[in-house]
């Protein structure tokens, strides 16, 4: 199923990515960009960091936008009922 909504497959467990101090730091920078209206990576230039992570945390806000797309159409099926 996450292949089918994301467009790949993790390698590995994907819950085991957490404990990678790579994936902590782009998901960090991922929140540190958020903004309660969206992403807004721009909010990242004055921390300037390095290039793997800015491409994390894109890759992140792409990823996480095709799984929102797809909780808000399964919504949209179900009539307004969230999964759960």
Known sequence: MVEAITGGSPPSCP??????????EILAAYGACATGMGVSTALLLPADPPHLI???????????AKVRDHDEELERKNGGKRRG
């Open 15 to 24: 819950w085991q990515a957490y404990e990678d101090p790579v994936i902590c």
């Open 54 to 64: 800015w491409q994390g945390v894109n890759f992140y806000r792409h990823v996480s």
